[in-house]
Nanobody
Framework: QVGVVESGGGSVQAGGSMSLSCVFADITTVYYCMAWFRQAPGKGREGVAIIERDNSPTYADFLKGRFTISRDNGKDTLYLRMNTLKSDDTAMYYC??????????????????WGQGIQVTVSS
């Protein structure tokens, strides 16, 4: 059983910023591509950003440059920096990691490990 611990969520006003962290205990993240997903109330899970093993990122089109995904393999940690937050960003955010193959913003069934989810609430 791999422990995955997310932190950094909470409440913020629209236009503000917030950072999320995700620590993957007991795996060596250098071998994994990783991603952030989110799920708003009454909606399906959607991909936010992925970061490949070579650190190349891919973002969902709706972000328009507001979020930044990064990783620190020395700490086995994944990060998401969120700027200019909007009320539409309110959701439960999940981190995920995949050992074999590439990561996808849409193909969330193929991830090996998931965080427990952390709430981000943006008030207008």
């Amino acid at each position: 059983q791999v422990g995955v611990v997310e932190s950094g969520g909470g409440s913020v006003q629209a236009g503000g910023s917030m950072s999320l962290s995700c620590v993957f205990a007991d795996i060596t993240t250098v071998y994994y591509c990783m991603a952030w997903f989110r799920q708003a109330p009454g909606k399906g899970r959607e991909g936010v950003a992925i970061i490949e093993r070579d650190n190349s990122p891919t973002y969902a089109d709706f972000l328009k440059g507001r979020f930044t995904i990064s990783r620190d393999n020395g700490k086995d940690t994944l990060y998401l920096r969120m700027n200019t937050l909007k009320s539409d960003d309110t959701a439960m955010y999940y981190c995920a990691a995949r050992r074999w193959g590439g990561c996808s913003l849409k193909d969330y069934d193929n991830y090996d490990y998931w965080g427990q989810g952390i709430q981000v609430t943006v008030s207008s």
